[in-house]
């Protein structure tokens, strides 16, 4: 039997099929792009559309684009069939799903990978290193290149092909090659190999009923600009950064841990849930301290994005809770209902990280925060400091006596508190999880 040859393969690209013409797709690409963007500014607001809704709002925004077009030029763009279905042809494409978070996981990454790249274009490409080292040596994680075997090197990541490849080369100079082979110590070559350096971080995004204010010209609120900032990031993570962790809590009165993919549909609490928008930072440290203990990652972060100072913390026994009683009689203690806790977990896809004995305190101050839930709130977080996790706190308030009191916790932490206008939140962020990469990657390289 002889040898395969190759010229007994045929090659085809992988577009092209046997009897038939170029697929003609209904909608350009920049016109796509004109829909994801439409997506983007939908998903992003307080209050999402319906599916059945969208389709209404993608024909008038292409219909403003194109009337925009013809007053300043003709166009050769074929004008699109009045029958023709938007929302369904994505849904044929991928892009979205007949649910109520409707956007599927590669619409989610087409519109955060387009934020991201508006973000990065404004920040200078030499301020910030790729998540890499050039120090190659015996670390955890093997990559592609090689290099040659010495004495003591861990004969784990030895490379047989490559080194049997050197044995080859070596014999043919001299004499025919017949097998077996013999191997000389020059022609061993290992796989090279970097520390692994991961990080573990958990954003924690304030809901309580201030997030939804809107400040500044832009018409943007809190809760908006965070929601961009977070989905931005996690695409930076996802396509840069595979090997950390980013991990998403939105907390009010309750904490709960998010699906990445549902950050674009997260919405604040207001009055009519039950007390749920009231502010616990207690709660959001609690279900960060959880999470990252089940992370293996050798750098653990919280950082917290709110816009108001703690007025809620948990109360874990009677006694706690008489000595609250005994100096306020009218205070007030919560517990969810089922029907609330449900209610959550239909609407918003989230569950609330609920211990059916512990009770939550509810105090609200103008501009002063209650000693009780200061006390609870700063004992939370040094527990987490004394796990190894960092905690630093992105303030989008003017207010000066949150400012005050965040500066204060954080002193105890020696973690950093970032005061800023929530319309750079997405640039800050971004910056903020590369320079912590950058110096992370540093300090390995110099132990």
């Not at 796509?32 to 963007?37: D, F, K, N, V, Y």
């Not at 809901?207 to 600009?225: N, Y």
């Not at 050798?298 to 000595?323: L, W, Y």
């Not at 609407?347 to 925060?369: A, F, G, S």
Request: charged letters at 30%; aromatic letters at 10%.
């Amino acid at each position: 039997m002889s040898p395969h040859s190759a010229k007994n393969f045929v090659y085809f690209a992988a577009d092209q099929q046997q009897g038939k013409t170029k697929d003609e797709n209904p909608i350009s690409e920049q016109k796509l792009q004109q829909i994801l963007e439409t997506l983007y500014r939908q998903t992003i607001r307080e209050k999402t559309p319906e599916l059945e809704d969208l389709e209404q709002i993608i024909q008038n925004s292409l219909k403003s684009s194109d009337d925009e077009k013809l007053e300043s030029q003709d166009t050769d763009e074929p004008s699109q069939d009045e029958s023709f279905s938007i929302t369904k042809y994505l849904m044929t494409k991928g892009y979205l799903r007949d649910e109520k978070n409707w956007l599927t996981n590669k619409g989610f990454f087409e519109i955060g990978n387009k934020i991201l790249h508006d973000v990065m274009k404004n920040l200078s490409s030499d301020e910030f290193g790729s998540h890499n080292t050039n120090s190659f040596g015996d670390g955890n994680v093997t990559i592609d290149t090689t290099k040659k075997f010495e004495p003591g090197d861990d004969i784990r990541f030895l490379s047989v092909p490559h080194t049997i490849l050197n044995s080859v080369q070596r014999i043919s100079k001299t004499e025919k090659v017949s097998f077996p082979i013999s191997i000389d110590t020059d022609d061993l070559e290992k796989f090279e190999t970097i520390e692994d350096v991961r990080v573990a971080v958990v954003y924690c995004i304030d809901l309580s009923s201030t997030m939804k204010s809107i400040l500044g010209k832009g018409g943007k609120s809190r809760i908006e600009a965070a929601k961009k900032a977070l989905w931005s990031l996690y695409a930076l993570n996802k396509k840069y950064f595979p090997n950390d962790s980013i991990y998403v809590i939105g907390f009010a009165s309750m904490a709960s841990q998010v699906n990445p993919f549902d950050i674009p549909f997260l919405k604040t609490y207001d009055a009519n849930d039950n007390f749920l928008h009231y502010t616990n930072y207690q709660a959001a440290f609690r279900l960060a301290r959880k999470i990252l203990q089940k992370n293996t990652a050798q750098n653990k972060r919280i950082v917290m994005i709110t816009d108001g100072q703690p007025s809620a913390c948990f109360i874990e026994n009677d006694s706690q809770k008489n000595e609250i009683i005994s100096e306020k009689p009218y205070s007030n203690f919560y517990s969810p209902e089922e029907t609330l806790i449900s209610k959550v977990k239909k609407e918003r896809n989230m569950k609330l990280d609920i211990d059916k004995e512990r009770l939550v305190y509810l105090c609200y101050r103008y501009k002063k925060v209650d000693p009780k839930i200061n006390e609870r709130t700063a004992f939370e977080a040094k527990r987490c400091k004394r796990d190894g996790i960092e905690i630093d706190t992105i303030v989008v308030s003017d207010e000066g006596e949150l400012l005050d009191y965040i500066k204060e916790l954080e002193q105890g932490l020696k973690g950093k508190t970032y005061h800023i206008n929530h319309e750079n939140m997405d640039k800050v962020l971004v910056h903020d999880y590369l320079a912590k990469t950058r110096k992370i990657l540093r300090s390995k390289q110099n132990i």
